[in-house]
């Protein structure tokens, strides 16, 4: 084969191959992406946290949970980062029965600890199991792991928020900022101890 005719030959295939690409791809659109049964379920996922994010939230106090006991402790891990305001995730995971994943037991261990050295103390709440419906719920949005001072550690934020259906969720209480799990617990306690009365 001759340079020549190797150059031709080389100028038709491309011209093959691109009269073979998507046409969209032709209009400057981006390619479609192949469709895994990964991807696709990551987009059907992607797709219900939008649409359970959109419920209505409202907000309360803790001195309206003054005389509730019966308390459930939830963890939670985001997918994303949600720069603004992610209240809408965290209500929409209460109302929706979810529960701590395995993954994140360690934790719901760390937090549970602390909670249960309250009740035992305060004797004012009593944390129930799956299956009961609860008149709060304690929920850690798990940010990311931290290392500080040799060690690994949870960040987040704690919210308190109440559901009763066919009502919105309510949240009554929340921590300013991201925090690590035991600043985030302390402040919490503090706060139940104030509106309940105890020292």
């Known amino acids: 084969m001759t340079l020549r005719r190797a150059s031709h030959t080389l100028v ?18 981006p390619p479609r992406e192949a469709k895994t049964p990964a991807k696709a379920e990551a987009r059907a996922e992607g797709k219900d946290v939008a649409k359970a994010e959109s419920a209505a939230v409202t907000n309360g106090t803790l001195e309206e949970l003054r005389d509730k006991r019966l308390v459930r402790l939830l963890v939670i891990r985001p997918r994303t980062v949600d720069a603004g305001d992610p209240t809408q995730g965290i209500a929409s995971a209460v109302a929706s029965g979810a529960e701590t994943n395995p993954r994140l037991r360690w934790t719901y261990d760390l937090i549970a600890r602390r909670l249960n050295k309250y009740i035992r103390k305060h004797r004012s709440m009593t944390a129930i199991p799956a299956g ?22 949870p960040s987040g934020e704690m919210y308190v928020v109440t559901y009763k259906a066919p009502g ?25 101890k104030a509106s309940r009365g105890e020292k």
């Not at 038709?12 to 659109?29: C, F, K, N, T, V």
């Not at 009961?132 to 001072?149: G, K, Q, S, T």
């Not at 919105?168 to 139940?192: C, I, N, Q, S």
């Open 12 to 29: 038709a295939l491309a011209l093959i191959a691109a009269a073979a690409a998507p046409h969209a791809h032709a209009q400057g659109e």
């Open 168 to 192: 919105p969720p309510r949240v009554h209480w929340r921590t300013g900022k991201e925090m690590f799990e035991e600043d985030a617990t302390k402040e919490l306690l503090k706060a139940l």
């Open 132 to 153: 009961i419906e609860p008149d709060f719920v304690i929920v850690f949005n798990l940010l990311r792991y931290r290392v500080a001072l040799n060690g690994i550690y």
